[in-house]
């Protein structure tokens, strides 16, 4: 007797799309196969419709605890349920204080306890304070650890080669990943110094302070790190594809290092912040329109292959230009909710790519980097029954009122596309159906990975 039976759907796997039955009990995947419906207490109908793994966004920021204000974990994660994300990867850096040691963590698992609709893990901080802090840390659950070598805000840190070399020593020790914001420092300070004086700077000024050679400085930096000492580095949102092919090289070489991408450097170029503004502001920032397809060919290849949100919600008025000038306005976009419909929209309708890319890119491969997998990330016996209904020929827009988000923000607000997440299910728990009024319920749970 099974929990659950989804049956009749196309089920996406990393290789391949077979049309089977899934059975589900106490909330994993138990048998995939021809499943006699008589043998379940629930059924769920998924004729003409794909199966997909719930998606793993590993790079979101819900502020929780800290500033809630701009996101929590009820709104982020009942954002996530719509979208078809059944795991969140929580960033350490918006906290009060950031994820730096075990009494951060264990103050953030209190407070997080029942307040999440989806299933949960957390960045820790690497800061050169918490050095001797990041191996409790991993004990704790932490998946990976995040290093800034960007200009950053004051709740966090720059840290320089010589505090990376020590970082990557301790995560050396159990193998852990560290992630990196890959911008570098000086250059960009260089270049803001000179708008210094200036008033009433444009979206140009903005973008010239943050040039692509920033990005490459950064990363190079980190490829000469990994290879000195051979600790794993995970590069965060790469935004130009010579960033890419520097990650390409590494990665040929046999250096351990992963990098993701993020939908609005796929969809959306510079011209965009210079005719719209605020809300298409982001760090490393959207670059020049012909570098798009270029950067879609490292996704398909999967040199990029993790796509994430880096859900970075505000309150409207931090957006505000004529209030904080481009620089000191928010920089970030909120896409955790529409990470899945876009891809499928931009990847699979567009440019005719397998859906088995979806797969792989937004559940498989982040599950397996981040070390989920087993746990989440497949459709696979053994697995946790999380699962996407997604009905392929369903047409959408974006509209304000549609984001379940805290603030109803966002840069792809006016995308319209086909093919929509209709039923996301947590461990063999429905938690949305589109188009229902769903109540939220939040029995999602801090995931550790298995060593
Ligand atoms: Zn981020």
Redesign the pocket.
């Known amino acids: 007797m099974y929990d659950l039976i989804v049956s009749g759907g196309k089920i996406v796997l990393e290789e391949r799309i077979v049309r089977a039955d899934i059975g589900v009990k106490e909330g994993k995947i138990v048998a995939i196969g021809e499943l006699s419906s008589c043998l379940a207490t629930e059924i769920v109908d998924a004729r003409g419709k794909y199966i997909f793994p719930g998606l793993v966004d590993c ?3 819900l502020n929780d605890p800290g500033f809630t204000w701009r996101e929590d974990f009820c709104t982020g994660t009942s954002a996530a349920a719509a979208g078809g994300v059944t795991t969140v990867i929580d ?1 350490p ?1 918006q906290n009060e204080p950031p994820l730096f040691n075990l009494d951060a963590f264990s103050k953030k698992a209190r407070v997080l306890s029942g307040r999440s609709a989806v299933d949960y893990a957390f960045w820790g901080a690497a800061l050169n304070y918490n050095i001797n802090d990041i191996k409790e840390l991993h004990k704790a659950g932490c998946v990976a650890y ?1 290093i800034f070598l960007a200009p950053v805000s004051e709740d966090y840190q720059t840290l320089g080669e010589d505090t990376v070399a020590r970082v990557f020593k301790e995560t050396l020790q159990f193998n852990g990943l560290v992630g990196f ?1 890959a911008e570098d420092y000086y250059t960009i300070k260089k270049e803001e110094n000179k708008f210094l004086n200036k008033e009433n700077c444009s979206w140009q000024d903005y973008l010239t302070t943050r040039p692509l050679s920033a990005e490459l400085t950064a990363v190079t930096n980190v490829i000469a790190l990994v290879r000195e000492t051979g600790a794993r580095a995970h590069i ?2 790469v935004s130009h594809p010579a960033v890419a092919a520097l990650i390409d090289f590494a990665q040929r070489e046999g250096l351990p290092i992963t990098a993701e991408t993020c939908m609005h450097y796929l969809v959306f170029s510079s011209t965009d912040l210079l005719a719209k503004g605020a809300f298409f502001k982001c760090a490393p920032p959207l670059r020049e329109v012909d570098c798009r397809e270029r950067l879609w060919n490292y996704v398909a290849n999967g040199v990029l292959s993790v796509i994430c949100s ?3 919600p505000c309150r409207e008025d931090e957006k505000d230009v004529s209030l904080h000038g481009v620089f000191c306005a928010w920089g ?1 976009i909120s896409g955790l909710q529409n990470t899945m419909q876009l891809f499928f929209e931009y990847a699979i309708n567009q440019r005719k790519y397998s859906p088995t890319l979806l797969s792989k890119a937004l559940s498989a491969n982040p599950a397996k980097i981040f070390g989920l997998y087993g746990q989440k990330g497949a459709v696979k016996i053994g697995f946790d029954a999380d699962l996407v209904i997604f009905d392929p020929l369903m047409p959408w827009i974006i509209t304000k009122d549609s984001l379940l988000y805290k603030n109803k923000i966002s840069a792809f607000i006016g995308l319209s596309g086909i093919g929509l997440p209709v039923r996301t299910i947590l461990r063999g728990k429905t938690i949305y159906i589109h188009g229902e009024d769903n109540a939220a319920f939040y029995n999602g749970c801090l995931v550790i990975p298995k060593d």
């Open positions: 790079h979101v920021h960033m850096l995040k914001h965060c949102h880096d859900h970075s970030g």
